[in-house]
């Protein structure tokens, strides 16, 4: 049976078999890491949104030039963020505009 020209076929089959489980596998573990990445920055939003809560707790919601001594304590904002912030921005401008310019032509009269 194994010399059957069907058994060429099979094999196709089970080779392409193979790759599909190797991209679903491949795309699990992508989906797995994404989810981590999630977590992390929900983390340090939470920690952050816990930080300045207490802050306002203790000050009534007045900021004092020693909280800024202490924001120092935070760490710097990093190239790749800044950067995501500054495209974002950019984004939402421009955004804006096109609005600003496209809505009155499409109104009717």
Do not use: C
């Not at 194994?2 to 076929?9: M, R, Y």
């Amino acid at each position: 049976p194994w010399l059957t020209p069907s058994s060429g076929i099979e094999v196709n089959d089970n080779l392409e078999s193979a790759r599909a489980g190797k991209a679903s596998r491949a795309g699990a573990k992508a989906a797995r890491l994404v989810k981590i990445v999630r977590m992390v920055r929900l983390v340090r939003l939470v920690k952050l949104y816990k930080y300045f809560s207490e802050k306002k707790n203790k000050k009534d919601g007045t900021i004092t030039p020693d909280d800024f001594e202490e924001l120092e304590h935070f760490p710097k904002e990093t190239h790749v963020g800044a950067e995501m912030s500054d495209r974002t921005t950019k984004k939402v401008i421009l955004g804006i505009l096109i609005m600003l310019v496209v809505i009155p032509i499409l109104q009717d009269d």
